[in-house]
Each structure stands twice: as structure tokens, then as C-alpha cells.
């Protein structure tokens, strides 16, 4: 039976278990919502259209409502002297799946950071996205923290792109 994490527990419980909010991202008026896993195994146990999370009860300050989307992901190795992690990830909702989701990356990573943070530090993020969906993505963050280690300084991203449609708009 598959578990995750509990934030507010610190340990492991069954999918049925409340997940708390880790991190939300703004780009392009999409919210990331961060739900770590505890094997990378357990990222096939997730199905389109059966997630562990009801989105939908997720209540939103007035003025404000959004596409919601999870981004579930599990370390598969880490080297914190050299500050390297290397992450299992997968963006999937009710509708679909997404191989490759360089804005969930960021936002991950910058997430992660904050939480390691140690100073002006660059911490370095491999992503590994859409291999359950044999769509397999390599995405690479780079975060930057600022010398108190409470803020972001910078992040960058990193990878490769298909061109999968092409088109011209007129006004």
C-alpha cells in the first residue's frame, strides 16, 4: 500500500492521510502544489484521474482562482557537500500528464533550497519527468540563494525541447 509524506506529521502515512500545501508557484496563473513521496516507486502507483489529493476542495482567498495542479516527487539521490540532488517527479492531474514541466521544476527547487539553506549557496537540482509515461525528460535547476540563505538570488533552468507544433497568429 502506497504511503506519502505528512508535513505536518513528519512521517509516512497512507494516501488517504490530508496533505498539507508545501509550496505554491504563480507562473501563468498555475499553482503547484509540491507532495513529496517517500520512494520513487511510489510515483507508479499514481493514475490520471485517481490521485491521492482532492484538488478541487482547495479553497482560494476571494479575487483569486486558478488552474491547480500537483507535482509529486521523490529524491532518488542526494550529495549535500556538493549540494547536487537528483529528483523523480511527475506532473499529473485528473486530466492528463505532463512529460516535462520546467515551471514545477523551478518552483521545486527553489522549494527544496530554501528549506537546505545554508548561506550564498548554488544548489544544483537534476529532474528525471514523464519516464512512467515512456516520455522521459531531463530537467535541470540551478538555484542560488542570497548570502542569509532566506531568499532566492536566482534560478535557472536548464534542458532540451521539441518543437511539436508550429503556427503564426494574425491580429
Given at each position: 500500500?502506497?504511503?506519502?509524506?505528512?508535513?505536518?506529521?513528519?512521517?509516512?502515512?497512507?494516501?488517504?492521510?490530508?496533505?498539507?500545501?508545501?509550496?505554491?508557484?504563480?507562473?501563468?496563473?498555475?499553482?503547484?502544489?509540491?507532495?513529496?513521496?517517500?520512494?520513487?516507486?511510489?510515483?507508479?502507483?499514481?493514475?490520471?484521474?485517481?490521485?491521492?489529493?482532492?484538488?478541487?476542495?482547495?479553497?482560494?482567498?476571494?479575487?483569486?482562482?486558478?488552474?491547480?495542479t500537483?507535482?509529486?516527487y521523490?529524491v532518488e539521490?542526494?550529495?549535500p557537500v556538493?549540494r547536487?540532488?537528483?529528483?523523480?517527479?511527475?506532473?499529473?492531474s485528473?486530466?492528463?500528464?505532463?512529460?516535462?514541466?520546467?515551471?514545477?521544476?523551478?518552483?521545486l527547487?527553489?522549494?527544496?533550497?530554501?528549506?537546505?539553506?545554508e548561506?550564498?549557496?548554488?544548489?544544483?537540482?537534476?529532474?528525471?519527468?514523464?519516464?512512467?509515461?515512456?516520455?522521459?525528460?531531463?530537467?535541470?535547476?540551478?538555484?542560488?540563494?542570497?548570502?542569509?540563505?532566506?531568499?532566492?538570488?536566482?534560478?535557472?533552468?536548464?534542458?532540451?525541447?521539441?518543437?511539436?507544433?508550429?503556427?503564426?497568429?494574425?491580429s
Amino acid at each position: 500500500r502506497p504511503y506519502c509524506v505528512n508535513p505536518e506529521k513528519g512521517r509516512k502515512e497512507p494516501w488517504e492521510a490530508p496533505l498539507k500545501v508545501l509550496w505554491e508557484s504563480t507562473a501563468v496563473t498555475v499553482f503547484v502544489l509540491l507532495s513529496r513521496l517517500l520512494e520513487v516507486e511510489d510515483l507508479l502507483n499514481l493514475k490520471v484521474g485517481s490521485l491521492p489529493i482532492d484538488h478541487s476542495a482547495i479553497k482560494w482567498d476571494d479575487g483569486w482562482s486558478s488552474f491547480t495542479t500537483p507535482y509529486y516527487y521523490a529524491v532518488e539521490s542526494q550529495d549535500p557537500v556538493n549540494r547536487t540532488f537528483k529528483l523523480r517527479a511527475r506532473m499529473i492531474s485528473e486530466e492528463g500528464e505532463d512529460p516535462a514541466t520546467g515551471s514545477a521544476a523551478c518552483t521545486l527547487g527553489a522549494y527544496l533550497a530554501l528549506q537546505i539553506a545554508e548561506g550564498s549557496k548554488t544548489y544544483t537540482f537534476s529532474v528525471d519527468q514523464g519516464v512512467e509515461m515512456s516520455r522521459h525528460s531531463n530537467i535541470g535547476v540551478q538555484v542560488t540563494l542570497e548570502e542569509s540563505g532566506r531568499s532566492i538570488m536566482d534560478v535557472r533552468l536548464s534542458g532540451s525541447a521539441v518543437l511539436v507544433s508550429k503556427g503564426t497568429l494574425k491580429s
